[in-house]
């Protein structure tokens, strides 16, 4: 898939997020690269083998106290390569890419990875 369809379908998974979590969505970048590079591995906790399809980097809206402010963007960058790789066709990539979209966004409000799986597994 080309970049600028990808980075639309990105843009399509922001936009298709609930009103009230796009109202919150304040002082955050969301990029498209290839790959992860090793450092963003390696911040990931990812081990060999493993895939990393997006990353969240920031302060979590949950960690921000009144003395947050001035600082640089918080980021979430999606990877296209490795949710390509992941998909066999594009409603596949499509729907990869709003999945992941809302994990790390789910980042960004303080939700961790065991409260996502927690919900994923219709857990309360």
């Not at 922001?14 to 796009?22: A, C, K, R, T, Y």
């Not at 790959?35 to 083998?49: C, D, E, H, I, S």
């Amino acid at each position: 898939m080309d970049r600028e369809k990808f980075k639309r379908l990105v843009a399509e998974a922001i936009g298709s997020l609930p009103s009230q979590f796009l109202a919150k969505l304040e002082n955050i970048d969301v990029v498209v690269e290839d790959w992860p590079a090793q450092m963003q591995l390696a911040k990931a906790g990812v081990r060999r083998g493993e895939t990393l399809l997006g990353l969240y980097e920031g302060v979590p809206l949950t960690k921000r106290g009144t003395h947050y402010g001035l600082v640089p963007p918080d980021k979430i960058t999606i990877f296209q390569k490795p949710i390509e790789a992941k998909c066999r066709h594009d409603a596949e990539i499509t729907a990869e890419i709003q999945r992941v979209v809302r994990h790390e966004i789910a980042h960004h409000f303080g939700i961790g990875d065991d409260r996502l799986e927690q919900l994923k597994r219709g857990e309360d």
